[in-house]
């Protein structure tokens, strides 16, 4: 008997102009969802909207929001020296709904949900004698919180909204507006609450919390409006705070609403990632976390100062965190950097203009404790850029740790090629960092000579120097500047290539190999082994192996590293990772560092520029699918779907035009489209084509072309739900899925 089989024909998730996805529904299967009402404050769900922070949980018997602000700052104004303690980023207050009896108080049923897509914290609750419904969010545009309330009870009650100070705060009301203010030294914040609603009296409790008494009734529903502000000490943060809330008012919570759900509609349309795969659950777990990293950058990284790496604004209770408050440059960098193929560069602003803010203190502390030029950054540093610790005596200067801090502003300029940006921040900061490392090697004999040296660099530095060199002599090429002297920095970065050695065993030779090397970096060294799964969350060194195994292109050893991590470091609920501090070892910080390094390996198992050539799915791991929108150095929006190990198809958008190269992702020819045009067809290892600005051009392969391919829309379940991965969890409640 003969006859024949036709195969399914391919699905393609592709809508011939973007990754064809139904945004809210594929955001909403990662939200955060409790069936107990979460009692601890490290449980509670963030929200925010990139400067002002709320963190919401459900104690016995009462809702509560704590009120947490991007730029409430505490330095001592007498350290001449700061030490860690005397920099802390404060707590601004604590904000109570409460009645007697609460629906909260041992409810049945319970559920509070965190929705990642609209950014909106909502909880319901029912006990024998009432029930209720919150829902808070941040206005994503107008520098306020609401928080919306109502509830019915079985028989008449009074409810009651109460804000209170952390510490010496002084509580105030002021008609209705009721709130606190307090002096952190040289500066004082304030935060005001106003309901709209029912008639309700104001008063003070106490010194330290101001209260609004709502009347006797078996229903109510109302609202708060929330505003927080901090100024100079010379300044008035009411008049500031008030005029937020007149605002709010005035424009209504309707509007207010409608321009924060089209914000983060916005937001999420800017990239996607899809993992999947039938057997091994963790591409889906890690996937949320991906997301989640998102949306807490989102929620925390808008305004003028970015978020500390450790605890950012989501510590609970008065902030003050063990060891102070700080910017360490490795974690901040892995914190920042999925962010940019992300394609989320407004994101990183407020980076950028804090260490901009920083470079005139850096810069003169070296010129006092170094007597050299430029900008010699401290392994910690406050907010305005001064020393937290100093290098001892004897303890070398490391050009790698000096030169960190300017990465991230080469990234901003290769992911967005913005010649402003280029000209104003990115330049003048790499100049100063880069001042310092070259005239302090000059002086100490370290630079490349004719003649072997004794004295030779480590791996890591000679790769930062080299990096920092080539970058400087193609931002003055762009910018027409420092003409005379670019010869010079191109020829010391030539023969820094004999320092930048790749040993396996030096421990700075593959994370120079990841930041630093112009090519695959697997040439020479061996993916990354997995240390002990507490090791490997508590050394910061650590979080760069799963990336430098995506990099190896071993997706394999990449994901056993990522799932160390996870099991490891993310302990809180709400997805986020945390180390545990104080003197009992009691308080959870949340440490965005390790989340941001898990997102940058997801990134780079997908999408990886390596020597100016992209390349598609480098390290998915086997029995994975995956679909991403994301975006390349060169200013190139990369869209690529892959299944069964197999690229389908990708397509490639570049916002400043010229030359596109991309790794052929298969082992026969392919062919760009833009449209219905073929602009080439090849079976080279590497497909370049000159690529007009805002052009979407599709490769794929003659045989297999994507017109043939079924067209399909990604979306996600309709009900998400408490999950975990081991140990690990996101959510309160039975899982709704348990993974070994």
């Not at 952390?166 to 040289?186: H, S």
């Not at 060891?323 to 901040?332: I, L």
Request: charged residues 20%; proline residues 8%; contains cysteine.
């Amino acid at each position: 008997m003969t006859g024949h089989t036709t195969a399914a024909p391919t699905l393609a998730a592709f809508s011939g102009s973007a990754v064809s996805v139904d945004y809210a529904s594929y955001v909403t299967q990662h939200d955060v969802v409790y069936r107990v009402p979460p009692a601890r404050g490290c449980d509670a769900m963030p929200l925010g909207d990139g400067d002002l922070g709320l963190l919401v949980w459900c104690p016995e018997g009462e809702f509560r929001v704590q009120i947490n602000k991007a730029d409430l700052w505490w330095m001592n104004p007498y350290a001449a020296s700061p030490k860690p303690e005397d920099c802390q980023l404060l707590s601004a207050g604590v904000l109570r709904i409460a009645s007697d009896p609460s629906p909260l108080r041992q409810p049945h049923p319970f559920l509070q949900q965190l929705s990642l897509y609209s950014a909106t914290c909502t909880a319901e609750a029912a006990s024998r004698e009432a029930t209720c419904r919150a829902r808070a969010w941040v206005a994503a545009t107008a520098g306020v919180a609401c928080i919306e309330y109502q509830d019915v009870m079985v028989r008449p009650r009074e409810r009651f909204v109460e804000l209170s100070a952390w510490r010496q705060g002084r509580a105030f009301a002021l008609g209705d507006t009721f709130g606190i203010i307090e002096v952190a030294g040289e500066r004082r914040f304030a935060v005001a609450c106003r309901i709209v609603g029912p008639d309700c009296r104001t008063l003070l409790k106490d010194a330290r919390t101001a209260r609004a008494e709502l009347p006797l009734t078996r229903s109510s529903e109302f609202r708060v409006f929330v505003a927080a502000a901090a100024t100079p000490r010379d300044e008035d943060p009411v008049s500031v705070v008030r005029s937020h809330l007149d605002s709010a008012v005035r424009v209504g919570h309707e509007e207010l609403s409608h321009d924060h759900k089209a914000h983060w509609r916005s937001f999420w349309r800017k990239s996607f990632l899809s993992l999947r795969s039938e057997e091994d659950p963790s591409a889906r777990y890690l996937e949320g976390l991906w997301y989640t990293h998102l949306y807490l950058m989102a929620c925390s990284s808008r305004g003028r100062w970015a978020p500390p790496p450790h605890g950012s604004i989501w510590l609970d209770g008065p902030g003050e965190r063990p060891g102070g408050a700080d910017y360490t440059h490795p974690e901040t960098q892995f914190t920042y950097w999925p962010l940019f193929a992300a394609n989320h560069l407004e994101l990183t602003h407020s980076l950028i203009e804090t260490y901009t803010r920083m470079r005139p203190n850096a810069e003169r502390e070296t010129a006092e404790r170094l007597s050299l030029p430029g900008a010699c950054f401290a392994a910690q540093v406050t907010p305005d850029g001064r020393a937290l610790r100093e290098a001892g005596a004897n303890e070398p200067v490391r050009y790698a740790e000096c030169l960190a801090p300017a990465l991230p502003f080469w990234w901003c300029w290769q992911y967005a090629r913005d010649t402003e940006l280029l000209r104003t921040r990115v330049y003048p900061f790499l100049r100063s960092c880069l001042g310092f490392c070259y005239e302090h090697a000059r002086l100490a004999g370290r630079l490349p000579g004719p003649e072997p040296s004794d004295d030779r660099l480590e791996p890591d530095d000679a790769a930062a120097l080299r990096w920092a060199l080539l970058a400087l002599a193609e931002a003055s090429e762009v910018l027409d500047v420092d003409a005379a002297i670019r010869p010079l920095w191109r020829e010391v970065a030539r023969q820094l290539e004999r320092d930048c050695v790749t040993d396996a065993e030096s421990p700075g030779a593959r994370w120079a190999a990841v930041l630093y090397g112009d090519g695959p970096p697997s040439e020479g060294l061996d993916a990354p082994a997995p240390r002990s799964a507490m090791a490997h969350a508590a050394e910061a060194d650590a979080m760069s192996d799963p990336i430098a195994a995506a990099r190896t292109g071993s997706g394999v050893q990449a994901l056993a590293l990522l799932l160390q991590m996870v099991a490891a470091g993310q302990t809180l609920p709400q997805g986020m990772f945390a180390a545990r501090g104080g003197a009992d070892g009691q308080i959870a910080i949340p440490q965005s560092a390790l989340a941001g390094a898990l997102s940058a390996s997801l990134n780079e198992m997908c999408l990886q520029e390596r020597g100016g050539v992209i390349h598609l799915f480098p390290a998915l791991p086997p029995g994975w699918d995956g679909t991403f929108a994301l975006r390349s150095p060169g200013g190139i929006s990369v869209m690529a779907e892959c299944v069964d190990g197999v690229v389908l198809w990708a397509a490639f958008q570049s916002f400043a035009g010229g030359t596109c190269r991309i790794a052929n992702p298969w082992t026969e020819q392919a062919r760009v489209m833009s449209g219905k045009e073929e602009i080439c067809r090849t079976d080279e290892l590497v497909i370049e084509f000159e690529a007009e600005r805002s052009i979407i051009y599709v490769l794929d392969r003659p045989r297999a072309p994507i017109a043939r391919m079924l067209r399909r829309r990604l979306s996600g379940p309709r009900a998400p739900a408490p999950r975990s991965l081991g140990a690990a969890r996101v959510g309160l409640g039975p899982p709704q899925r348990e993974a070994a």
